[in-house]
């Protein structure tokens, strides 16, 4: 098929208005308004304690302070969540972390709201909190959750062949246990939100930064006591979520809208960038216990894992275990299978939904293991890889078939990585003798969508009489580029140029349900619900169009505004005049469009169909190795990724390389740190994210193996950038150094420890690739 707008790179929509500062975050709709009342909360320091009393009388009395409240004053469900309504708006007899909001204040200004907050007295009693698993988990543990036997959450098991056996006829067993840590999620833009009464129907309008309107409003609706028909929520341009947004937007929206509808006064909430790190979700940490059998021939045989991932205080999005089980193979066939997933409640702040969505912490064992399963056997680390990459028609751990028909692009990438990395050269070294060059790869798979039952999209779509096209689509704009995407998408299906596309962006009075901007899945699950409306627009103007030109409609094609026919060019029009012809001749040009995966079959041992389609890509660095300080540089970062049809290759390159990015700072830098439960870097001074000085030139190599269930063959490509930068470092290291390191990131004071257990520390002199 020659596609004329899909597959071009074309500059976004919304990047003029971006880089000149026209854009309109979420607190830009703040300037100029009069009137607007400035909330604050006040947090629990403690991460666990009991609520015996709280004072606000002194703050109600402060001038210029219009609300103060606390739990009681709540118009309906003191809880919120994405899976259990069990976080609480404002805690009213215990807390569970040091985050959790006791009382809320609404007032002129900003120094009142602080200075109110500030008067709040709180009597509580402090119970010892703990960020530790595995103290939660052992013989003897505090149960510190009432309901959750052990502290466990949840618990998911994968069951896949006979996993005993086939170790038993493994010629090589290897295990390790493998750690990653609790990560923020580092947006730029706080959480933040305004409110304020609806005039239409007395409802709450939210203007809120978020990933599902939708979900927001199915939510919020027991929390404020109104049906979901009269709460609108608009989410404009988001200055960055990565997943943490699914959740944090409800910290600040059921606040600020509670207090809008006690005060009956637009209400405006936005978090200092201390409160964002100490009060909003985060990455799960995890901690896997890992093993993998394999063959003298290095054909995998099983794997087993035993996985714990901390939930922190509340139940978020509490199925990170189910996926990290789901994966626990990787991209690799396997004779048998077994995986369990604890998810353990701790005293730290709850984690939710962050970019790879479990899969980077699978991927970090399964990889490590991988390399080492190649070393072991005097295998090369690609032909391994490619030896045991699913195939067409095979089965995966978790009982999903592949479909060569919807892309299995693992052996190209792993061939044009290997390629560009020129792995088969020597790598020169460096001349100092503290100095250790090092270089390693990693593969993976990601599903494209969450894999639910009846995971879907909706659409609107609506040709104007000039031939133009407005969409609406609730998928949110994080920065990612849904705006170009659906554009080109929507202009390809109608014979349109892009340019002639304007996209609403999300709001849930006029955007229909696309369901999350999470997963991956925004692309080919709005993407096809795109093409469905303006299929079902395209098919009208086609009759209409072949009355007025006297042709038959099979022999009309659409393409760059123009209606021509394939076998009389005269025979012409352009979509302008279909469209008006349409609207005299009284045919319809909107539409809704929807799309729908295959439904999900997924039982109760982790088998079965879930993701339609999956992306896969593979990672690799170069590094160099300081031993005197431990520092680890990267040199070159190069990747492949099989995106199915590249929509925009521009985008996803800046998909490629904006995930890459934080990839490496998963591996190298970013990690928070607890005391009891209560986190101790909550600055950008403490808690370091890679920065420009930091990252090497991404190589970039896109491969295009088309889904066929993809508009126009797309799979999703916003996660899978990140997933193999963490273990291909830490298999460089090795490379450079000989010394395995199974935690993450490979902080200096790491990677110091490590040498030293290894007795390698003050043998510089010794060169690089002997034994020392």
């Not at 086939?166 to 390790?176: I, P, Y």
């Not at 405006?268 to 201390?274: A, G, I, K």
């Not at 934080?662 to 920065?691: A, C, K, Q, W």
Request: some cysteine; hydrophobic content about 40%; aromatic content about 6%.
């Amino acid at each position: 098929m020659e596609l004329h707008e899909v597959g071009k790179r074309q500059i976004r929509q919304d990047a003029l208005a971006k880089v000149t500062g026209e854009a309109k975050f979420t607190a830009d709709y703040l300037a100029g308004r009069t009137g607007v009342l400035i909330a604050k909360a006040l947090y629990s320091p403690y991460s666990h304690a009991v609520i015996k009393n709280i004072d606000i009388s002194a703050a109600e009395a402060l001038p210029g302070v219009v609300r103060v409240i606390t739990a009681k004053d709540l118009p309906g469900r003191n809880g919120y969540g994405l899976m259990k309504f069990d976080k609480p708006v404002l805690a009213e007899r215990e807390v569970l972390y040091a985050g959790d909001a006791v009382a809320a204040v609404a007032a002129v200004d900003e120094e009142t709201a602080k200075k109110a907050v500030s008067l709040i007295k709180v009597d509580y009693k402090a119970i010892p909190g703990c960020g530790d698993m595995d103290l939660l988990t052992g013989e003897g543990a505090p149960a510190y959750r009432e309901g959750a036997p052990s502290n466990i959450s949840s618990v998911y098991t994968l069951v896949h062949g006979d996993a005993d056996a086939a170790f038993a006829e493994a010629d090589v067993v290897l295990e390790g246990t493998f750690a990653t840590p609790t990560v923020d999620h580092a947006y730029l833009e706080p959480d933040v939100c305004l409110s304020e009464i609806d005039p239409m129907t007395g409802g709450l309008v939210l203007i809120c930064p978020h990933h599902s309107v939708h979900l927001s409003r199915r939510t919020m609706a027991g929390v404020f006591g109104l049906p979901e028909s009269r709460i609108r929520v608009i989410s404009p341009f988001v200055g960055g979520g990565f997943g943490g947004k699914e959740d944090s937007c409800f910290d600040v929206e059921g606040i600020c809208g509670v207090l809008t509808l006690l005060t009956r006064r637009p209400v405006f909430f936005e978090l200092t960038r201390d409160e964002v790190f100490r009060e909003t979700c985060k990455r799960h940490a995890s901690k896997t216990k890992y093993r993998l059998a394999a063959d003298r021939d290095g054909n995998l045989l099983g794997v087993q894992a035993d996985i714990l991932v901390d939930k922190g205080s509340y139940v978020g999005i509490d199925i990170i275990n189910l996926r990290m089980v789901t994966y626990c193979a990787g991209p690799y066939r396997v004779k048998g299978a077994r995986a369990v997933g604890r998810s353990v409640f701790t005293n730290k702040p709850y984690t939710s939904a962050m970019r790879g969505f479990g899969v980077p912490q699978i991927a970090f064992a399964v990889e490590s293991m991988m390399d080492e399963l190649a070393r072991k056997l005097g295998k090369d680390p690609f032909e391994i890889r490619l030896q045991n990459a699913l195939r067409d028609g095979e089965e995966s751990a978790f009982g999903a078939r592949m479909h060569a028909e919807r892309g299995l692009g693992l052996p190209e990438c792993l061939a044009a990585v290997r390629e560009k990395m020129r792995w088969d050269e020597p790598l020169a070294q460096p001349g100092e003798p503290h100095l250790r060059r090092g270089r390693g790869i990693a593969a993976y798979m990601y599903g494209t969508g969450g894999g639910s039952r009846g995971e879907g999209a909706m659409v609107g779509a609506q040709l104007q009489p000039d031939g133009s096209l407005n969409l609406e689509v609730s998928i949110n704009e994080l920065g990612q580029g849904v705006i170009q995407v659906m554009s080109q998408i929507g202009a390809e299906t109608l014979g349109l140029t892009s340019d002639r596309v304007s996209l609403t962006l999300s709001d849930s009075a006029s955007s229909p349900d696309a369901g999350f901007t999470t997963a991956s899945r925004g692309t080919t699950f709005a993407g096809n619900a795109v093409i469905d409306a303006c299929t079902q627009i395209r098919e009208n103007l086609r009759g209409v169009a072949a009355r007025h030109l006297e042709e038959e409609p099979e022999a009309l094609a659409f393409c760059e505004n123009e209606v021509v026919s394939r076998t009389d060019p005269e025979k012409k029009c352009t979509v302008a005049q279909a469209a008006g012809w349409a609207r005299s001749d009284g045919v319809c040009t909107a539409a809704t469009g929807s799309w729908y995966a295959p439904m999900s079959t997924m039982n109760r041992d982790i088998q079965g169909e879930q993701m339609h389609a999956f992306a896969f890509g593979v990672a690799g660095v170069e590094i160099t190795a300081d031993l005197r300080s431990g520092a680890i540089r990267v040199d070159r970062a190069v990747q492949a990724i099989d995106v199915g049809k590249a929509v925009n290759p521009l985008q996803v390159e800046g998909q490629m390389e904006g995930g890459g990015a934080m990839g490496i700072g998963y591996g190298l830098m970013e990690e928070h740190f607890d005391r009891g439960g209560v986190l101790t870097n909550t600055s950008y001074h403490e808690y370091l994210i890679p920065t420009a000085m930091d990252l090497p030139e991404f190589e970039n190599v896109i491969v295009e193996k088309a889904n066929a269930l993809g508009p126009y063959g797309a799979k999703g490509v916003g996660e899978p950038p990140l997933i193999g930068f963490a273990p291909a470092i830490a298999n460089a290291f090795f490379d450079a150094t000989g010394v395995r390191i199974r935690q993450i990131p490979l902080t200096p004071v790491r990677v110091m420890e490590a040498l030293e257990a290894a007795g390698k520390l003050g043998q510089e002199e010794k060169k690089s690739g002997t034994p020392v």
